[in-house]
């Protein structure tokens, strides 16, 4: 099946930092999803982002469906956005299921 | 507001005790599904359903079953839980499978003692 790889595994950022994560797969895929999970476990949307860029407050992310990679950027980081970013994506040709990485876990410090 | 709403959020039963977790979504969404999340296996698909009456298994089916009467609702059962059930499961639903954004439920926090 498809792999999905995000990096890095783990990032700890001060308040006010900026960051990245990526996302890479192995396969085309027809939905690709960026997702918060936060500390009580609920995953809250982000950016559904087959291709293209897309920008939402301090947040935007890119994929660039050809090279099969995502990034995600998370400018002057707060406190709250502490918790795992997932990318999940849903290959071209076999669908029916988000396939999900293992996810970043950040933690923002004042 | 458009949103899929699970119930129970959180659940503590007994081994072999029949239960439920609804899922309902308001949004006319034909395609839905179920995933539960463990440390270290991540998020993995059970079950999901095309449309109504129309259900078929995801990754990790054994143990469940799902029913889809009504486009709305999706209801995970699990008929003789076991403790290896514990789990996050979550609901989630799109438009259509493939090329649609899907939007997930709260989640439900099972543990089976």
């Known amino acids: 099946g498809i792999q999905v790889e995000q990096s890095p595994p783990d990032l700890i950022l001060q308040e006010g930092a900026n960051s990245t994560l990526r996302c890479n797969f192995s396969?085309?895929?027809?939905?690709l999803q960026w997702f918060h999970q936060n500390p009580w476990g609920q995953l809250i949307n982000l950016f559904y982002i087959p291709s293209g860029t897309k920008q939402n407050g301090r947040l935007s992310a890119t994929t660039v469906a050809t090279e099969r990679y995502s990034l995600l950027y998370i400018s002057s980081s707060q406190t709250t956005d502490s918790g795992v970013y997932f990318c999940?994506?849903?290959?071209?040709?076999?669908?029916?299921?988000?396939?999900f990485g293992k996810g970043t876990s950040l933690l923002v410090t004042p | 507001e458009a949103q899929v709403t699970q119930n129970p959020r959180y659940l503590i039963t007994v081994t072999g005790k029949k239960l439920t977790v609804t899922c309902s979504q308001n949004?006319?969404?034909?395609?839905m599904s179920w995933y539960r999340q463990d440390p270290g296996l991540g998020l993995r698909q059970i079950y999901y359903?095309?449309?109504?009456?129309?259900?078929d298994k995801g990754d990790v089916p054994e143990g469940y079953k799902v029913s889809r009467k009504e486009k709305r609702n999706f209801p995970l059962i699990l008929e003789s839980p076991s403790p290896n059930q514990t789990s996050l499961y979550f609901c989630?639903?799109?438009?259509?499978?493939?090329?649609?954004?899907?939007?997930f439920g709260q989640g439900t926090r099972l543990t089976v003692v």
């Open positions: 999940a994506v849903e290959p071209s040709n076999s669908g029916y299921a988000l396939n």
């Open positions: 949004m006319n969404h034909e395609y």
């Open positions: 989630a639903s799109s438009l259509s499978s493939g090329t649609l954004e899907a939007f």
């Open positions: 359903s095309m449309n109504v009456e129309v259900t």
């Open positions: 396969d085309s895929v027809n939905n």
